[in-house]
């Protein structure tokens, strides 16, 4: 399968170089909006964004490693008119007008389109429609950390006198253990987490003001058991630059006569490296359905697991059955 | 989606039971292999086996509630001819020769088969796909209990001198641990799990002798770590009479640059209510397969996620994606 990167920011590096665990994906070229020179990759051709038409036919599948607020919106439909293309859009409240606009696109020129690719939506989407199949009379809760929020860390950046600020969302040990002992609470986001921000101030920065700012940010904060340590730029750099994540889907359900709990749970040492991973499998999959005579836009919802998997038929059945 | 239940051991009567919970599911029947007479359903009316053939269009998916060892080796095949049909088959070393020959059968006259839906093989089988395919470069664990093993409180029931028996199968906690810290060592099911069994002995019996007996039992206890516990068939009946089970599939991978642990677990107040209610999910999936054409053998690892889900298209990507 060859495999085209339309962007080289965090998840476009990632993917590069984790392509060597998929022994079936050939790396045919990165493509930047920046200057190409300006772009160093591990070693796969870098190439102006505005080349890749001129490779239709050389790419099987195209990763458009683009950011969900404006990027992907206008790429995805734009590039599914003359490529397989997979994203890992993540804005689940613009998820059915992606998919609808992506679709329409796909399905015109002939192609298949996998969006919403990663851990969630992904991985998290998937155990979440299992779990409710099997269960159908339940609850099921998501939790998200301990890991960084890059949204909330841009969130506390964004306000006056902050130099710089990392954000870890961290799941609530005793909502995780009313859950784990099989009760059926409603809970919201903010009884389920709490907040842990790191900020650096610029010098001469009123931190009470930068405190109260971050504790009472409406959409991001407010609500949560927040905690702000203000820490030096150093101290950041040395215990905070990684983006470790992390997070549970659980679901207690009621059967006729007993009770039942599923969970699953992912530890990520670097969430962009785990995302790319999953975008390799899932485009290993888009390929396969692509030979069937899918097309239009589908999800993780659509993918059957035998298509992610390397091994085949009778192989496959013998391994993991 | 009618629904026929062909057996009603453990099983059967759970799918019966559980069936209430899936709102798609409309109960045709229980076929039986007893006397009619001795049969009491909860209010599904119940046929001889042999009339099954009488019910061949007003069945859309009869399930086999036999046991793997005798039944459905020959029953699969055999229905499979008439029906569509799903089964628990749990013998992993003849899944191979299961699926081809109800295969076989399934294509030549033009139907769908799943077999092998449970939760091991089953529900643990798929999440071991996604996590290797999201993993590639790591190590998977399945880890069962705690839980009752029917096979294992059946061996000890044939030793001279034993009334009456239940055997707990435990995942060691210090091997659980050992995973969840990173490792990737090589471990076997004797080195991951404990055996504790609780036995009633005819009077008169030989205790040391039985004790000895169990510890030694190749295939069955020979290498694990055995507790032998003589109760009375009263604390028998009272305290051991449910069949909880549970489990873990964990996987341990490490990325470019990183590693990463992906962890599935479920919980059990009772196995075969559970294994029920992932039929009538897998019932659902392979009634709407049929109906868009797919015919032959099928497993978990052709079904994408989808088919399990009461809602379809826009609903579903708004409700999980």
């Given at each position: 399968m060859r495999l085209g990167i339309y962007g080289y920011g965090n998840l476009g590096r990632f993917a590069e170089a984790n392509a060597?665990?998929?022994?079936?994906?050939?790396?045919?070229?990165?493509?930047?909006?920046?200057?190409v020179k300006d772009v160093k990759t591990l070693g796969t051709p870098v190439y102006p964004a505005e080349d890749v038409l001129s490779f239709k036919?050389?790419?099987?599948?195209?990763?458009?490693?683009?950011?969900?607020?404006?990027?992907?919106?206008?790429?995805?439909?734009?590039?599914?008119?003359?490529?397989?293309?997979?994203?890992?859009?993540d804005n689940h409240?613009?998820?059915?007008?992606?998919?609808?606009a992506v679709n329409e696109s796909a399905k015109q020129s002939g192609h298949l389109a996998l969006v919403a690719a990663g851990w969630d939506p992904g991985v998290f989407s998937l155990e979440r429609m299992i779990f409710d199949s099997f269960l159908p009379?339940?609850?099921?809760?998501?939790?998200?950390?301990?890991?960084?929020?890059?949204g909330h860390s841009n969130a506390i950046r964004r306000i006056e006198g902050v130099k710089d600020a990392r954000q870890y969302t961290n799941p609530r040990p005793e909502a995780l253990e009313t859950v784990r002992s099989g009760k059926m609470e409603d809970m919201n986001a903010q009884s389920m987490h709490t907040r842990e921000c790191y900020v650096v101030a610029e010098d001469g920065a009123d931190k009470t003001e930068i405190?109260?700012?971050?504790?009472?940010?409406?959409?991001?904060?407010?609500?949560?058991?927040?905690?702000?340590?203000?820490?030096?730029q150093e101290e950041l750099d040395k215990n905070h630059s990684g983006l470790p994540h992390g997070g549970f889907v659980m679901r207690n359900g009621q059967g006729n006569s007993f009770t039942h709990r599923l969970e699953f749970a992912?530890?990520?040492?670097?969430?962009?490296?785990?995302?790319?991973?999953?975008?390799?499998?899932?485009?290993?999959?888009?390929?396969?359905?692509?030979?069937?005579?899918?097309?239009?836009?589908?999800?993780?919802?659509?993918?059957?697991?035998?298509?992610?998997?390397?091994?085949?038929g009778m192989d496959l059945i013998h391994k993991y059955i």
């Open positions: 060597k665990l998929f022994e079936d994906v050939e790396l045919v070229g990165v493509f930047t909006r920046r200057n036919d050389k790419i099987d599948v195209l990763f458009i490693a683009g950011g969900s607020a404006n990027d992907l919106p206008v790429m995805t439909p734009q590039l599914a008119k003359d490529f397989n293309v997979i994203d890992s859009f409240s613009m998820m059915v007008e992606h998919v609808s009379n339940g609850k099921s809760y998501t939790f998200w950390g301990r890991g960084v929020s890059q405190e109260r700012k971050i504790k009472t940010m409406p959409g991001y904060f407010e609500g949560y058991e927040t905690t702000v340590n203000f820490i030096s992912l530890n990520l040492g670097s969430n962009p490296e785990f995302t790319s991973s999953v975008i390799l499998a899932y485009s290993r999959a888009l390929f396969r359905l692509y030979k069937e005579g899918v097309r239009g836009c589908i999800t993780v919802a659509d993918v059957a697991p035998k298509y992610l998997c390397r091994e085949e």
